[in-house]
């Protein structure tokens, strides 16, 4: 992998988190797609294991400075954990068609955002935790489109194990 392009990438991404995502909430509860979590599913079904897990890490880590305001905390374990477990998961079932990444982008959304709200101690936020899955969900497989483009991974990679 890149790991300079990787950082830019993460770093452009968390700053969109940040400060424009906001704008195209929708509902009344302005619910958000999560680019982060996009991006985690992305690596995760397309980089070796070992990288994978690195990225996870790294785009969680990211997802606390926005959550919490440079602290570590939840996001970091909880993108970690479903990061992980999908590049694993890559490893024996293909996730490159479009339903499969919604699929994916859905339950690792629900996966993380429970278990981050569970760390956190916050009560509630089940509708926001479904809606930002749901609405990532949807946008993902249109923004990987976008991401094999802006960051190519050798296709043979993956199979080298």
Known sequence: ????RFAVLVLITTLLQAS????IGVTSFKITPDLLLILTVFF???CEIAEAIISSFAIGLSADLI???FKMGPEIISFGIF??????????ISLKKMPHQALAIF????????????LAGRPGGLK?????AVYSAVIGPFLSL????LMPIKKSQRGKR
């Open 20 to 23: 424009f995502i906001d704008t």
């Open 83 to 92: 990061g992980t477990g999908l590049a694993y998961l890559h490893g024996v």
């Open 128 to 132: 926001l935790i479904i809606g930002s």
């Open 107 to 118: 339950a690792a959304g629900i996966g993380t955002g429970v278990l981050s709200h569970f």
């Open 67 to 69: 959550a919490t305001g």
């Open 44 to 46: 995760a079904t397309r």
């Open 1 to 4: 992998m890149r790991w300079p």
């Open 146 to 149: 976008l991401l094999d483009l």
